[in-house]
C-alpha cells in the first residue's frame, strides 16, 4: 500500500491550503484516514481523522472549526482543507491509512512521505 501527499507550501497567516493524499495498492474503501503532523523538534501528533464510510470525524483541540477533512473512495484519496491558518500549524503532514480510526501513531498500518506546510505570520 502506498501514499502519495500532496498539495503543502508556503501560506500566509489566516490563509488557506488544501492537501490531497492519493492511496494506491490496497483496498482504499476499507480503511480510516488520518492526517498527522510533526513540527521541528516536536513528536508528530493527530490532526484530524474519518472513517472509511465518512460517517465519523474526529479532529485535536487545536484545529476545530479550521481543519475539514473528507474522502472520495472513487478517487482513492482523501483531503485536508486548511483555513484560517496560524504560524502554529507549520509542520509536516502526513497522511495514515487504518482498519481502525485512532488517534495514537500506532494506530496505523501505512504512511505516506508527508508534505510541508509552512505558515508565515
Known amino acids: 500500500v502506498q501514499l502519495q501527499a500532496s498539495g503543502g507550501g508556503l501560506v500566509q497567516a489566516g490563509g488557506s491550503l488544501r492537501l490531497s493524499c492519493e492511496v494506491s495498492?490496497?483496498?482504499?474503501?476499507?480503511?480510516?484516514m488520518a492526517w498527522f503532523r510533526q513540527a521541528p523538534g516536536k513528536e508528530r501528533e493527530f490532526v484530524i481523522g474519518?472513517?472509511?464510510?465518512?460517517?465519523?470525524?474526529y479532529r485535536a483541540d487545536s484545529v476545530k472549526g479550521r481543519f475539514t477533512i473528507s474522502r472520495d473512495n472513487a478517487k482513492n484519496t482523501v483531503y485536508l482543507q486548511m483555513q484560517s491558518l496560524k504560524p502554529e500549524d507549520t509542520a509536516v503532514y502526513y497522511c495514515?491509512?487504518?482498519?481502525?480510526?485512532?488517534?495514537?501513531?500506532?494506530?496505523?498500518?501505512?504512511w505516506g512521505q508527508g508534505t510541508l506546510v509552512t505558515v508565515s505570520s
Open positions: 495498492g490496497g483496498t482504499f474503501s476499507t480503511y480510516a
Open positions: 495514515a491509512a487504518s482498519y481502525v480510526l485512532g488517534r495514537g501513531v500506532d494506530a496505523y498500518n501505512y
Open positions: 474519518i472513517t472509511w464510510d465518512s460517517t465519523a470525524t
